[in-house]
């Protein structure tokens, strides 16, 4: 008797819930108003207001024509900021595992020679596993991920972000892997 009774205070229960489900669904229905039905031309979705569809209207960006070594380094947008690229590396692209000229100059091993900055001890170092490593991660080989050339393109939105650094060094240097887990209480 106790299993008939579950059984239909369950039934009964699933039928009330389609019931009320489907026609909570019809109320919410409503006639689109004419108001809603107005389409919205391209030119009010882009920040450069002009049509999506097209190209003509985009304002060129401008990049660095100097090669590396002539140009100068640029403060980073804020404390352990990828650094923009001040130099031309059109010559650089595509960036692969095997092939990547950045590391030719940015490589710890070379940096000094080649008189350029070098790849802070973030990218020598294996967060998956915990440990340092004595050459660039491989999972750092693409550097136009997160480093990309600087040019001159028109800013679309302002903005009047500060940025604040902690010393005067990291305007121009990462100390990201010492503090990659500030904030973060541990184990």
């Known amino acids: 008797m106790l299993k008939q009774t579950l059984k239909f205070i369950l039934i009964a229960g699933i039928a009330f819930l389609i019931i009320s489900c489907s026609s909570s669904a019809r109320q919410n229905r409503t006639t689109p108003s004419p108001q809603t039905d107005k389409k919205i031309p391209d030119t009010a979705l882009s920040y450069r207001h002009a049509e999506l569809s097209g190209e003509a209207d985009t304002p060129m960006s401008i990049y660095s024509d100097n090669d590396p070594g002539e140009s100068t380094r640029i403060q ?47 990218h020598l170092y294996d967060l998956r596993r915990n440990k340092p490593l004595d050459h660039v991660n491989n999972a750092n080989y693409n550097c136009t991920l997160c480093h990309v050339p600087q040019s001159n393109a028109p800013v679309l939105i302002g903005n009047n972000f500060k940025a604040e650094f902690r010393t005067e060094k990291l305007k121009k240097s990462s100390d990201l892997l010492d503090r990659i887990n500030e904030g973060v209480d541990g184990d």
């Open 76 to 122: 980073r947008s804020f404390e352990n900021a990828p650094p923009l690229i001040p130099h031309n590396i059109e010559d650089f692209v595509p960036i692969t595992r095997e092939d990547n000229e950045c590391l030719s100059c940015h490589d710890p091993n070379e940096a000094e020679e080649a008189e350029a900055p070098s790849v802070p001890a973030s």
